[in-house]
């Protein structure tokens, strides 16, 4: 067993067989594992006649199978509270969609893994092959981990709220508009709460307006007991919402001025400027940007099995981390060499 890099490494490539190379791998010695493996009868690559390629199975069972001994041994290489992001795309077969992200998805989960997101990559433009059906214009992108407790770093992927001026009346306005006023007027009017509720509820409304003049908060929501029903749930046994205004008779939803988290759906066009090379299955870099600022601190390591043309390595360079690529493709690891030697160089 050996580690990845060495220390002072920035990063390291290797050519051969994905299963075997992670097998000599030191266990807990990378911090995230980012992939796009070869899909599944969608690509000749220039190993077909290799029995370690992946992708050119005779039936998708078998290449589930085989991704899923590749993850399973990625994941005693991958430290405790690390992050596997996999892209994989899907594939028609006898007119019918076979569901191959979620076969793989499944079968993780059912060794294991931890599914935290199903991130919808829309690609913003698409191919029409055939004219029964709709445009294919998104692919699958699993976060996945190997425990409840992971490395997460949510303050670094915030989309920053557009700051307004805070505008102050008699009621205290918030920076969208959202005034105090009306939900002063529910609490003071209420049937359904107490009068030990409706002081509380004032007094947490105060205090948001206040957090608002401070610059703490940037807008609010809140929902009263009778007024208003809990957004997901009325049910106090599965909805924790539910359970505070059964309890209490409101609650509060804060928008802090630090910004939000991104949702799951995420818009980034696909790469155009790798393809003058052979691989025609090349994923963006702006597509890991979140991925590796989220879940790998700076300096960590970042392992790409399948690392084609060098993007995630690519990638995790600019971000201020290191990463080690594996394939079996000798033209592919030329390739990568190339463009890291031109990624180190504009850094």
Same mark, same amino acid.
């Given at each position: =067993?050996?580690?990845?890099?060495?220390?002072?490494?920035?990063?390291?490539?290797i050519?051969?067989?994905?299963?075997?190379?992670?097998?000599?791998?030191?266990? %807990?010695? /990378?911090n995230?594992?980012?992939?796009?493996?070869?899909?599944?009868?969608?690509?000749?690559?220039?190993?077909?006649?290799?029995?370690?390629e992946?992708?050119?199975?005779?039936?998708?069972e078998?290449?589930?199978?085989?991704?899923?001994?590749?993850?399973?041994?990625?994941?005693?290489?991958?430290?405790?509270?690390?992050?596997? @992001?996999? %892209?994989?795309?899907?594939?028609? /077969?006898?007119k019918?969609?076979?569901?191959?992200?979620?076969?793989?998805?499944?079968?993780?989960?059912?060794?294991?893994?931890?599914?935290?997101?199903?991130?919808?990559?829309?690609?913003?433009?698409?191919?029409? !092959?055939?004219?029964?059906?709709? &445009?294919? #214009?998104?692919?699958?992108? +699993?976060?996945?981990?190997?425990?409840?407790?992971? +490395?997460?770093?949510?303050? !670094?992927?915030?989309?920053?709220?557009?700051?307004?001026?805070? /505008?102050?009346?008699?009621?205290?306005?918030? #920076?969208?508009?959202?005034?105090?006023?009306?939900?002063?007027?529910?609490?003071?009017?209420?049937?359904e709460?107490?009068?030990?509720?409706k002081?509380?509820?004032?007094?947490?409304?105060?205090?948001?307006l206040?957090?608002?003049?401070?610059?703490?908060?940037?807008?609010?929501? =809140?929902?009263?007991?009778?007024?208003?029903?809990?957004?997901?749930?009325? %049910?106090a &046994?599965?909805?924790?919402?539910?359970?505070?205004?059964?309890?209490?008779?409101?609650?509060?939803?804060?928008?802090?001025?630090?910004?939000?988290?991104?949702?799951? /759906? @995420? %818009?980034?066009?696909?790469?155009?400027?790798?393809?003058?090379?052979?691989?025609?299955?090349?994923?963006?870099?702006?597509?890991? &940007?979140?991925?590796?600022?989220?879940?790998?601190?700076?300096?960590?390591?970042?392992?790409?099995? +399948?690392?084609?043309?060098?993007?995630t390595?690519?990638?995790?360079?600019?971000?201020?981390?290191r990463?080690?690529?594996?394939?079996? #493709?000798?033209?592919?690891?030329?390739?990568?060499?190339?463009?890291?030697?031109?990624?180190?160089?504009?850094?």
């Amino acid at each position: =067993m050996h580690n990845p890099l060495e220390e002072k490494q920035r990063y390291n490539l290797i050519q051969g067989d994905c299963l075997s190379v992670l097998k000599e791998m030191e266990s %807990n010695s /990378v911090n995230c594992i980012i992939t796009s493996p070869p899909y599944w009868g969608m690509r000749v690559y220039d190993n077909e006649e290799d029995e370690h390629e992946i992708g050119n199975e005779k039936t998708f069972e078998q290449y589930v199978e085989k991704l899923i001994a590749v993850f399973n041994e990625a994941k005693r290489v991958l430290v405790k509270d690390g992050s596997f @992001w996999l %892209n994989l795309g899907d594939k028609y /077969v006898d007119k019918g969609l076979l569901g191959m992200p979620w076969r793989v998805a499944l079968a993780l989960m059912d060794n294991g893994w931890i599914l935290r997101n199903d991130v919808i990559w829309h690609q913003l433009k698409g191919t029409q !092959s055939c004219k029964d059906r709709l &445009r294919d #214009s998104y692919e699958h992108f +699993f976060h996945f981990v190997k425990s409840k407790k992971y +490395f997460y770093d949510a303050d !670094s992927i915030l989309i920053k709220p557009t700051k307004q001026p805070v /505008v102050t009346t008699k009621d205290t306005v918030s #920076s969208t508009g959202v005034s105090g006023k009306k939900y002063r007027k529910l609490i003071r009017e209420s049937k359904e709460l107490t009068e030990e509720e409706k002081v509380n509820a004032e007094r947490a409304l105060d205090e948001v307006l206040s957090e608002i003049r401070e610059g703490q908060v940037n807008d609010f929501r =809140m929902t009263i007991r009778g007024a208003q029903r809990a957004w997901h749930s009325d %049910n106090a &046994r599965i909805s924790g919402r539910a359970k505070e205004l059964a309890d209490k008779g409101f609650y509060i939803m804060r928008i802090h001025a630090k910004g939000h988290l991104p949702n799951d /759906v @995420w %818009n980034v066009v696909t790469e155009d400027t790798w393809r003058t090379d052979s691989h025609c299955a090349v994923y963006p870099e702006a597509l890991l &940007r979140v991925p590796i600022l989220a879940t790998c601190p700076e300096g960590g390591i970042v392992l790409d099995p +399948f690392i084609g043309t060098g993007t995630t390595v690519s990638a995790a360079l600019k971000l201020g981390r290191r990463g080690v690529g594996i394939d079996l #493709s000798p033209q592919y690891i030329r390739t990568s060499k190339e463009r890291l030697i031109q990624t180190m160089l504009l850094a």
